[in-house]
């Protein structure tokens, strides 16, 4: 069983904790119910990575940079 740690910071710099917990086969349904299989997905993963390797990505501070 795999664990993965997550930490969640609010605007007030206070840090949120979780933990989650699957097996291969729950991730594996969880990876099928959000479409991570999807060749469209696949696909569009590709098209990310040359976008980074190019430098075309701008990182965002928050929602109103995409205005």
Do not use: C, Q, Y
Not at 16 to 30: N, P, Q
Not at 43 to 58: H, V
Request: net charge positive; proline share 0%; glycine share 6%.
């Amino acid at each position: 069983m795999v664990s993965l740690n997550i930490t969640i910071e609010d605007g007030k710099n206070r840090k949120h904790k979780a933990m989650v917990e699957l097996d291969a086969d729950k991730f594996e349904k969880l990876a099928g119910v959000f479409g991570l299989f999807n060749t469209d997905f696949l696909k569009s993963l590709a098209r990310a990575e040359k976008d980074i390797k190019a430098g075309r990505i701008t990182k965002l501070r928050s929602l109103k940079d995409l205005r």
